[in-house]
């Protein structure tokens, strides 16, 4: 019989130190690295957002004037904020009803299934870019698609401005933001509804559970904690889209579709106030903060 090798033996030990030591070489670049790529912006915003600073001159410390003249003076920033709170909202709720009924549909055998699975997923594989034109094209007043069908169909005879009045161009850019990010909400909760086992449905089935039930004690307690995983995603990729709505409309009109990071460009940018747009940019993370924190104790007594 072969004889067995004791695991404490010296040159398993060296072995087992060599494959530690190989391990935390090749973790030290990333060690080094990271903090650069995340510390140093951030921090380089933080103290710009303290300083009164434009392109071509050094900045003049103003310590919190800048968060105070955003919460006190600035008369926009409140519409920015409520455009973000509904735009992000507004978008997330709509894209997991659309999502998780997806989910349920492609989770059933049906014929075809396959193939549908792979189309359902273009619109989160096509660039943020190409979306934003697409439908910038779709929703304009004189040559847009939505339009053309309208008068062709003789539902009005003048068609609507859809990017042009304020709560049309709001119902726009949260329309297609939805189009573009509700896939990514099916294929991540079809993946949590092909983990759960049919034996668990087959038994509410013999117990006379009907579907509406089978729906409430079964399916959505399975995939709950996925489900909040993917909106804490979705709020926070929501709360900085920037090329959708910029190429959309620009954050107009009237600053009705402005969001932070719209406005906080359009500061920096176009107004040359690199520490007010820092400062705008910087109010959103204790929101974020904030919506994190109500929701990782719910997720965490999931995963228990």
């Known amino acids: 019989m072969p004889r067995r090798v004791r695991s404490d033996t010296p040159l398993l030990r060296s072995i087992h130190f060599e494959q530690s030591t190989f391990g935390v070489f090749l973790v030290i670049p990333l060690i080094v690295v990271l903090p650069g790529l995340l510390l140093y912006p951030m921090i380089s915003s933080v103290l710009v957002s303290l300083q009164a600073k434009v392109i071509g001159s050094p900045g003049r410390y103003v310590g919190l004037g800048n968060y105070v003249e955003l919460l006190t003076k600035d008369r ?5 904020f409520v455009n973000t709170v509904i735009y992000a909202v507004a ?46 094209w779709m929703f304009d007043q004189t040559g847009g698609v939505l339009n053309f069908l309208i008068l062709k169909m003789g ?40 983990s759960i086992s049919p034996e668990l449905y087959e ?54 579709t402005h969001i932070f990071v719209t406005y906080a460009y359009q500061l920096s940018f176009e107004g040359s106030r690199f520490g007010y747009a820092s400062a705008v940019s910087l109010i959103t993370t204790p929101l974020l903060v904030i919506f994190i924190l109500l929701l990782l104790p719910r997720l965490m007594r999931d995963e228990e």
């Open 203 to 256: 038994a509410a089935a013999m117990d006379g559970a009907r579907g509406g039930q089978r729906m409430r004690f079964i399916t959505i307690p399975a995939v709950r904690s996925v489900i909040l995983v993917v909106i804490i995603l979705s709020i926070i990729w929501t709360f900085n889209d920037f090329e959708l709505l910029w190429v959309m409309t620009g954050g107009g009109p009237s600053y009705s």
């Open 91 to 136: 978008s997330v709720v709509f894209k997991l009803i659309l999502g998780f009924a997806a989910a349920i549909f492609l989770n059933e055998r049906v014929r075809g299934q396959n193939v549908f699975r792979g189309w359902i997923l273009l619109p989160w594989i096509i660039p943020t870019l190409v979306v934003g034109l697409m439908f910038r």
């Open 155 to 194: 539902l009005m005879k003048i068609p609507p401005a859809w990017l042009a009045e304020n709560w049309l161009a709001k119902g726009a850019v949260i329309f297609a933001n939805v189009w573009r990010g509700f896939p990514f909400f099916m294929i991540t909760i079809l993946a949590g509804l092909q």
């Open 76 to 80: 926009v920033f409140l519409e920015v």
